[in-house]
């Protein structure tokens, strides 16, 4: 049975509150920062990453060029949809920020797991649930929530203590995170819906206006302490989950600023290595590889409003640039990706990738 937070007084070392104020400023410059850089949608671009991110820590795991391909509807195999799924549901929670409510956090679960009915989703869990031992028993798990019983009226009083505006940003953050991973409301995807809550939460008290910073892939790089400090705070010590949001975050800016320069090297060495003219279709579509590096003619019409002749010849052109490759040998249906875009993401992953 979780404690009541909802109308609690916290107390945390004037150190540690230090600290976490630095994290928020951090987070506000960078998202400040990559705001004002002329390149590409890069809050798509970081939303996807932050997206897979949070998968990968509950063990859906897909590559850079998986989620390229599934974005654009082709076949790639489940785990990439579940994240595709998740950035879909990590979009909804921040379009609903300036509401976060029960009913928000339903339709961001409802988003994620929809057509997985085993998850119920957009619906609270009517079962028990655990964390480890087996499927038939919760003896020896990890961790068992509450009764789905309580589950309700745990939710209430989670919803009370987010809309509070008297605590400092990351440290309300990081205990409603923990207080929602603790009352785990659903019969699967509570983590992935916990973390949409942090960027809710952040966009809500205004620390980000543009981007989602990769908070996510902070916590990835140690797996291990992120889920101890959970477990801290079911035991009633709050501080750990704070300390793992605050390096999560300084982590987050500083892989998240590399990525940027990352792909704005790569925009540039292509703006100079192309022949067309300014203006032309295939320039037109470079900077939106940047988002999306797989491509098809389809998308390159939708997304630069050409006529299908001209896209097929920016397409073309981007390929003799050796810009884009073709995936696969289909003579129908065509699909290009972008391998720069692909490596640099992959090589943000490799930086975010666990350590234990």
Known sequence: MPALIGHGSP???????????????AITRFDADIASVELAPLAAVLLRTESASSSQIEGVTAGARALALAA??????????LVVANVTAMQRGIELADDISVGSILAVHDALLHGHEYAAPGRFRTEQ??????????????????HHDRVPAAMDDLIDFVRRTDLPVLVHVAIAHAQFETIHPFNDGNGRVGRTLVHAMLRHADVTR??????SAGLLADTSAYFDALTAYRAGDVEPIVRQ?????FRAVDNGRILIEDLDRILQSWTDKLPSRRGSAARRLLPLLVNQPAVNVAYAVETTGVALSAAQRAVEQLEEAGILVRAGAARRNRVWTAPDVIDALDRFAERAGRRS
Do not use: C
Request: glycine fraction near 4%; charge should be negative.
């Open 129 to 146: 649930v655990w964390i480890g031992s087996t499927a038939i028993s919760p003896h020896a798990a990890s961790f068992v929530p509450p």
């Open 245 to 249: 949001f605050i390096a999560a975050s």
């Open 11 to 25: 107390v945390f070392p004037p150190p540690l509150q230090a600290e976490a104020e630095d994290a928020v400023r």
């Open 210 to 215: 543009h981007l989602t910073v990769p908070v």
């Open 72 to 81: 654009i509807e082709k076949r790639s195999g489940r785990n990439a949809e």
